[in-house]
């Protein structure tokens, strides 16, 4: 938490400006504000919130709400938007029925797939799903991460997909970046991300995950308590307070290159890539035992 997903999100999609750096969407610079895009560019980024009781009107019935990107960026009539909202629904597994009912008629999950469709209804290229699973239930989240599959490969659209939940990004990631304080400290494909070597950062977030049969205890991780010292941090590793692995002063006073572990895979920190596998194993083996 708090550690600039959800900020990026709202940069990508034109609603925050970012401080610094630049954003870039198919070889182009969309490093500005959302009312002075194109209206294709606008209409290829979409977003989905995280809570659909706050990011759906109560007053507007399903077919309004689906029907409004339609009318905004393909010009469509009333009548002419029935049969593509029906459409819609069908695509999100709800009955056409649902189209004369009102947002507050719905249940959680059933929001949440109207809020896709509204999404899906611009015909983006990229959606930008922020945490939209940390309000439903577990039950109606494996339906809607079955169902993101699905509209995936239909659609051959593309997901920036936030989330803290790490069992469910590894079933729907292709590509991982984690965060820890803003600044990100391990990127790479789903594969190279969940095996050795890790960041210590994505090794203390995998040893959260319970497992069956595990039977031991996990490595300590130290806590700091107070706000972080981020003016401190933008100068040294940001994880340093609480690595396990801590090596030294070097990890308060200097900021860790990138490493390279592969093609696609690199992360950031001082300890070599050599020692970072032992250290995984040891740990593995510690945990095993």
């Not at 400290?185 to 090794?203: D, F, I, L």
Request: hydrophobic content about 35%; proline content about 6%; charged content about 25%.
């Amino acid at each position: 938490s708090g550690s600039g997903k959800s900020t990026i999100a709202r940069s990508i999609a034109g609603l925050v400006p970012p401080s610094a750096g630049q954003i870039t969407f198919q070889g182009g610079d969309i490093n500005q504000p959302v009312e002075m895009r194109s209206p294709a560019m606008r209409r290829e980024l979409q977003l989905v919130l995280q809570n659909p009781d706050q990011s759906l009107n109560p007053r507007h019935r399903v077919r309004e709400i689906i029907s409004r990107p339609l009318k905004f960026f393909f010009k469509l009539s009333g009548i002419e938007c029935i049969p593509r909202v029906e459409k819609l629904l069908s695509e999100i597994r709800l009955d056409a029925s649902y189209a004369d009912r009102y947002a507050d008629e719905l249940s959680g999950g059933e929001r949440q797939r109207i809020a896709i469709a509204r999404a899906l209804a611009a015909e983006p290229k990229l959606l930008l799903c922020d945490e939209v699973l940390s309000a439903l239930d577990v039950s109606v989240q494996a339906d809607i991460v079955d169902l993101l599959s699905v509209l995936q490969k239909e659609r051959e659209i593309a997901y920036l997909f936030i989330s803290h939940d790490l069992a469910i990004v590894r079933s729907l990631a292709h590509r991982v970046g984690v965060l820890y304080q803003g600044q990100l400290v391990e990127q790479g494909r789903v594969e190279e991300v969940y095996s050795p070597p890790y960041h210590p950062y994505t090794h203390m977030l995998l040893s959260a995950v319970p497992e069956i049969g595990r039977k031991t205890k996990l490595l300590h991780v130290s806590s700091v308590d107070g706000t972080p010292d981020t003016k401190r941090h933008s100068l040294a590793c940001s994880f340093a307070d609480r690595c396990p692995w801590k090596i030294g002063r070097i990890c308060e006073e200097e900021v860790p290159e990138w490493k390279t572990v592969s093609s696609t895979h690199s992360l950031r920190c001082h300890l070599p890539i050599t020692e970072l596998i032992e250290r995984d194993t040891f740990s593995l083996s510690i945990q095993s035992k």
